[in-house]
Each structure stands twice: as C-alpha cells, then as structure tokens.
C-alpha cells in the first residue's frame, strides 16, 4: 500500500506561485511513477504532471512553461511549483501514483491522496 498526503496549497493572488508536496509512505517510493491531477467543481479531473521513476517529466498543454514537477526521493516527496498561476488554476490538486509507467489517464493510477485546494483570486 501506498499513502500520500498532499500540502501545500491555499490562496494566492492571479499572477502568484505556490508549490505543492506529496508525501508518500513506505519504501518503495523511487519506484512509484507519480502525477498530479486537478479537478475544478463541476469539471472532470485534469491531468497537470506526471514523473516517472528516473525523472522524466510530462505536462499538460496549459500547464507547460508555469508548472514544474520534481521528486526527492531521499524525502519520498513529489513537488508541484507553480507560478503565473491564473484565476482559472483554482481547483483542488491531488497527487497519484503507479507502479510501472507514468500515465495521464487518471483511471491509471491506483493510490490518491486527498487533495489540497488551490484559489487563485483576480
């Protein structure tokens, strides 16, 4: 099993920065393929980042240039930096993860945490 826990996020003005944790449990973090996903009220859950076991990064469209993910594995911890964020960002961010490969389909990944808000205000 693997459990993650999300912090981090908050209220911030248009145009501000916030970073994101997961911290994840057990041993075999450097394993885990690990993805944040965003889900706005009355809207889907949103692919944002994903990175895989060696540090390969990938990102949504709308979030390349502005966010960047990152890992430590030594703190078993997946970072989320965000800046230029934009009233639009606002949602509630949660962190994922997978044995094996990364993926962008939220069905493919089995371990969530339970999220932290995001406001972006205008």
């Known amino acids: 099993q693997v459990q993650l826990v999300e912090s981090g996020g908050g209220l911030v003005q248009d145009g501000g920065s916030l970073r994101l944790s997961c911290a994840a449990s057990?041993?075999?973090?450097?394993?885990?393929?690990m993805g944040w996903f965003r889900q706005a009220p009355g809207k889907e859950r949103d692919f944002v980042a994903d990175i895989s076991r060696r540090g390969t990064t990938y990102y949504a469209d709308s979030e390349k240039g502005r966010f960047t993910i990152s890992r430590d594995n030594a703190k078993n911890t997946v970072y989320l930096q965000m800046i230029s964020l934009k009233p639009e960002d606002t949602a509630v961010y949660y962190c994922a993860a997978r044995w094996d490969t990364v993926s962008y389909r939220s069905n493919d990944y089995p371990y969530w945490g339970q999220g932290t808000q995001v406001t972006v205000s205008s």
């Open positions: 057990g041993r075999a973090f450097s394993s885990l393929a």
